[in-house]
């Protein structure tokens, strides 16, 4: 049930994003200890996008998931930042997330809801 959706100005090849996919999944399983297999990743580089009145590199992450504890969301922003950082070169004070915990009822999945 967890989703993370990042958009950046980067361009990263199809290969790159497949990578870094990979890499998400996992850090979003294990930073809120859900199963692999429920994590769902998205990522769309190349994007037009500033940020602090500029076209140098940036991010904006939207994390979501059923029950997500706002006590963990500082230890999750260090995470993504790192990760992103790591991966795509994009600073920490570049990158901009947004935690949404959602209701049961309200996330479907397989023709029904949590």
Same mark, same amino acid.
Not at 4 to 25: F, G, H, M, P
Not at 68 to 84: F, G, K, M, Q, Y
């Given at each position: ?9 980067? @361009? ?15 850090? @979003? ?9 429920? @994590? ?20 904006? @992450? ?53």
């Amino acid at each position: 049930m967890p989703y993370l959706k990042l958009q950046t100005n980067q @361009v990263l090849s199809r290969d790159e994003k497949a990578a870094l996919c990979e890499i998400a999944s996992e850090c @979003v399983a294990q930073s809120l200890e859900k199963s692999k297999n429920y @994590v769902m990743v998205t990522i769309q580089s190349d994007m037009a996008m500033t940020f602090a009145n500029g076209d140098g590199p940036c991010a904006f @992450v939207e994390l979501k998931s059923i029950g997500l504890p706002a006590e963990r969301t500082l230890e999750l922003s260090r995470n993504i930042c790192d990760l992103i950082q790591h991966n795509i070169g994009v600073p920490p004070e570049r990158t901009y997330i947004e935690f949404s915990d959602t209701e049961r009822a309200m996330w479907g999945w397989n023709g029904k809801t949590f």
